[in-house]
């Protein structure tokens, strides 16, 4: 018997400096982030959404047995067919998703996890029946304290075996924002987005968007799933107790200009007018307010598109004219909160949560 | 000036050992494989198919005005919108590509580029027109010795600024089977897979199937293009001139059994029977002879199923009865010209054509 098997007895993970390790690198070719430049479609297309899943995709051939059981303290327990939650009325929302652990590579030292840089965002029109709906439906007890939402995949992680879980206080579920899926883009959900059935909490970190969701729960006490409360929480110190982490932070990523070198991705540009572009998103519904990009330092104020949606990223441009040389081009983002992303990398026991602003290495010839 | 610049004078690279490079996990983030249950499909599904893309995948906004160019050493030189050549009899055909590079981070010593464990690999639905019929109608001079074909997704390489190109012989191109393909499943080709317009090369190596294609050239002379002479190449030694990188080597690929680790990716599998399934393939058109299964050690006979096109993968299941304990599962594939997959994985000098068997660390509890 090996002294470690991760599901008995998981060797301990510590904090990295440098160079990655291979179970890094297996998460990241499993994972996918949106490619940068797929930032110039106002939707992201299918297979260009960046995409997280903590176990493997489960295999749902027959969608039309599919059931959703609502139950715990509720008034009347339901399994309902995905037919039955398409029958009620419908909204379709544009919402930009970003995972929590977005950044996690660039954060030192670093938790050894999925080593996302900057690409774990995405844009997308979700259709779906608002969650509101059904849980009226069934009717939430009034001492109802969490509603937990559980999907079918399972594994384990740090020793603990468990289907995908999360909650949500039931004044965010009872929101009219809060979805039921059935359908990203005007398609079916692909499989590795939940198919046939996923939430969407608008304004959070993806997590919150439990996947293949098979059971809604209301309960009197706070949810005490893995995924609620052993992870997904920010800590500076490893006896934190740990913030849970919820909306998105306000941040903004750039169509890198120019053209790449394969191995470094650093651009090369001509010299001459280039329009530099990008979208900048915050969290929990806050509109954008300000968009700056500097060049080697220097910031100016970026134009910004007409909005898209509440829970969508808006588009900015910024005009330079680009002399023979080499810069750094970055970008920053303010919300009207007045939340703007810091210049330096947050340290996050986690990796979590890091808006850092983007730099990109640019050759102008 | 830094002292080296990808595009003037790149930084050399090694051979790497052990830990992986910052340059490799974002090649990683950026480049996606099939997630390995994805196998259970027949034809992979939109965004769990593969993708690699050396440079930016380009953005296309109006496919009506899209011209594919025919030229060089031609009788008629022709330019044509994708309706002309969607007009054409069409074709579909089930093919299944990996890219050259997958197994790349298993190889040791290894070097450094997109580090590809074993995932690289998808199964489409393409349909198009046969290139033959655009090559006929403009007519090749007897000369011709070699074809060009070249997209509009451009960059640096090793300092060597190009469009990505490949070429193909005369003769396979006049084949029935190579494509110039519109669609893929059904659906309108996918910005990442080379909307609107692409090569498919049925039997090769990703490599040769260029995206975005904008313009096919007879040549007189071999094609000299950097992806066609300066990588793309089997190489034991530095010096080695170097053999051409061409149809895909015959490899098998399991659906990893029972459920993950988050982190390890290690599997956790109930005691008892256990369907053990995948898929196995071969290049050239060459169809699969035989599928073996091994636990630890022990190579017993799998099941084929039903072939679903030359050029396609071919599934296989496999009946395990589990018993409580530790266990590697492997698989290899044989085809019908006897070649069957290496235990040990084989070094190239850029790491590629891995077909090494699969092995999987598997706890039975």
Redesign the interface.
Known sequence: ??TH???TN?AP?GHLD????????????????A?L??L??DVT?????Y?L?????P?VPDAAAWRLAVGGNVITPLSLSVAQIKALPQRTLRVTLECAGNGR?QVTPRW??M???A?AVGTSDWTGTPLKSVLEMAGMQPDTADIAFTGID?????GD?HAYGRSLTPGLALSDDVLLVTAMNGQPL????GFPLRLIVPGWYGMASVKWLDRIEALTRPYQGYQQVKTYMFKARPEDRGVPITTIRVKSLMV?PG????????R?VEAGPVMVFGRAWSGNGVPIAKVEVSVNGVWSAARLDAPSGRYAWRGWTFDWVATKG?FVVACRAMDAEGATQPLDVPFDRGGFGNNAVQRVQV?V?
């Not at 440098?18 to 982030?33: M, W």
């Not at 399972?154 to 740090?158: E, H, L, M, P, V």
């Open positions: 018997m090996p098997n991760p599901f998981p993970r440098g160079d990655f390790l291979r179970e890094e690198v297996v998460l990241a070719n499993r994972n996918h982030g490619l430049e797929a110039r479609h297309p299918a297979g260009l959404h995409l899943n903590h176990f493997d995709v295999y590579g050894p996890s080593p996302w840089m690409e399972r594994g384990f992680d740090k075996e692909l499989p590795q987005h890198p053209m790449p070198d394969w191995y470094t991705r650093q090369l080499e050759t010839r």
